[in-house]
């Protein structure tokens, strides 16, 4: 029998596809493995679970990260290319401001206080303007862009910044950005050096965010076979001590580099890194699931945590409730390149 030959497109369709797959899954997966260790220590979390090596409660399920990122997942889907600022702010009052949901839950300060600008009828990009406009909220909702985007960081480092206007403000949109382009490049096949190249190419070589993902990666690149000391190495380099956010986003973003960094795009090393340096680990461990799951595909995450993902409670975004991460990587990557 004559063999037949793999269609090209469909062959590249089926590996963006399990990327994107990996992409999302990889980020609910790291939400879910940190948010135990959230707003934690590592001598906390060390004192409590020794060294986090899976999953420590019963029902682990993702926080407001996996929630926010499927709402930016929709909205990019609905929109792609010609996302604009108007249909970003139009989405967050028609699933978020507008519904009589009672207090806001789970959520970041960045996400209450657009919330409360919007609500008051400012618009974007005053309703940006609060406290918090420099935390990781951006960030962890940002890899649906880089899926969408696939190849194209510049692209996607455009699109999450029309996300982010509504949001977040300098730092904040530049941690958006870095993670949106460095999925975008991981789901091309670049290699870990080149993932962290293309994040660093969208934002200001002079911002905090940078110099962060700089010093993270820096410290990565001691050879430490001790994960403890890796992590406490890479922590070292860019948290600031007795600072009390731990949500600002040029540290998670540079903590998720670092991590991602250290362990050579590995799922699990990498996401085990994260969270087990505490602080967002919720969001720094999302990132980097999100950048080593777009490199590798969903094969590479483990089977019992994948497994253990199911569609969003709601519990922040009541209006998420039923999605799963899987359906918007399907949205996310049509069939044929059509884009």
């Given at each position: 029998?004559?063999?037949?030959?793999?269609?090209?497109?469909?062959?590249?369709?089926?590996?963006?596809?399990?990327?994107?797959?990996?992409?999302?899954?990889?980020?609910?997966?790291?939400?879910?493995?940190?948010?135990?260790?959230?707003?934690?220590?590592?001598?906390?979390?060390r004192?409590?679970?020794?060294?986090?090596?899976?999953?420590?409660?019963?029902?682990?399920?993702?926080?407001?990260?996996?929630?926010?990122?499927?709402?930016?997942?929709?909205?990019?889907?609905?929109?792609?290319?010609?996302?604009?600022?108007?249909?970003?702010?139009k989405?967050?009052?028609?699933?978020?401001?507008?519904?009589?949901?009672?207090?806001?839950?789970?959520?970041?300060?960045?996400?209450?206080?657009?919330?409360?600008?919007?609500?008051?009828?400012?618009?974007?990009?005053?309703?940006?303007?609060?406290?918090?406009?420099?935390?990781?909220?951006?960030?962890?909702?940002?890899?649906?862009?880089?899926v969408?985007?696939?190849?194209?960081?510049?692209e996607?480092?455009?699109?999450?910044?029309?996300?982010?206007?509504v949001?977040?403000?300098?730092?904040?949109?530049?941690?958006?950005?870095?993670?949106?382009?460095?999925?975008?490049?991981?789901?091309?096949?670049?290699?870990?050096?080149?993932?962290?190249?293309?994040?660093?190419?969208?934002?200001?070589?002079?911002?905090?965010?940078?110099?962060?993902?700089?010093?993270?990666?820096?410290?990565?690149?001691?050879?430490?076979?001790?994960?403890?000391?890796?992590?406490r190495?890479?922590?070292?380099?860019?948290?600031?001590?007795?600072?009390?956010?731990?949500?600002?986003?040029?540290?998670?973003?540079?903590?998720?580099?670092?991590?991602?960094?250290?362990?050579?795009?590995?799922?699990?090393?990498?996401?085990?890194?994260?969270?087990?340096?505490?602080?967002?680990?919720?969001?720094?461990?999302?990132?980097a699931?999100?950048?080593s799951?777009?490199?590798?595909?969903?094969?590479?995450?483990?089977?019992?945590?994948?497994?253990?993902?199911?569609?969003?409670?709601?519990?922040?975004?009541?209006?998420?409730?039923?999605?799963?991460?899987?359906?918007?990587?399907?949205?996310?990557?049509?069939?044929?390149?059509?884009?």
């Amino acid at each position: 029998m004559e063999a037949i030959a793999c269609d090209p497109v469909h062959g590249e369709a089926e590996t963006l596809r399990d990327r994107a797959q990996g992409a999302l899954l990889g980020l609910a997966v790291g939400d879910a493995l940190g948010a135990p260790a959230e707003n934690m220590r590592p001598s906390e979390i060390r004192r409590r679970w020794g060294r986090i090596e899976g999953f420590v409660t019963d029902s682990p399920a993702g926080t407001d990260d996996t929630e926010y990122a499927i709402f930016s997942g929709l909205l990019l889907a609905r929109h792609g290319s010609a996302l604009t600022v108007a249909h970003v702010e139009k989405a967050w009052h028609h699933w978020i401001a507008d519904l009589d949901e009672g207090p806001f839950r789970g959520a970041g300060f960045s996400e209450r206080g657009t919330l409360e600008n919007l609500r008051r009828g400012l618009a974007a990009p005053i309703s940006a303007q609060h406290r918090h406009a420099w935390s990781d909220g951006l960030a962890m909702r940002a890899a649906p862009f880089g899926v969408f985007a696939a190849g194209r960081p510049a692209e996607a480092a455009r699109l999450v910044a029309i996300d982010g206007c509504v949001s977040h403000d300098g730092e904040g949109i530049y941690g958006g950005q870095a993670v949106a382009a460095g999925v975008a490049a991981a789901m091309s096949g670049a290699g870990v050096t080149s993932v962290i190249a293309a994040a660093l190419s969208v934002v200001p070589m002079d911002s905090w965010t940078a110099r962060s993902i700089r010093r993270a990666v820096v410290a990565a690149q001691r050879v430490e076979r001790d994960p403890l000391i890796r992590e406490r190495t890479v922590r070292s380099a860019v948290v600031i001590g007795g600072y009390p956010w731990t949500d600002l986003a040029p540290e998670a973003v540079g903590l998720a580099f670092g991590a991602f960094a250290a362990a050579r795009g590995d799922f699990r090393t990498a996401v085990l890194t994260a969270v087990n340096m505490g602080r967002d680990a919720d969001t720094t461990a999302a990132v980097a699931g999100a950048l080593s799951g777009a490199m590798s595909g969903a094969s590479a995450i483990p089977e019992e945590w994948s497994s253990a993902i199911g569609p969003v409670r709601g519990s922040c975004l009541p209006s998420m409730r039923g999605y799963h991460v899987l359906d918007i990587a399907e949205l996310l990557t049509p069939e044929e390149e059509s884009r």
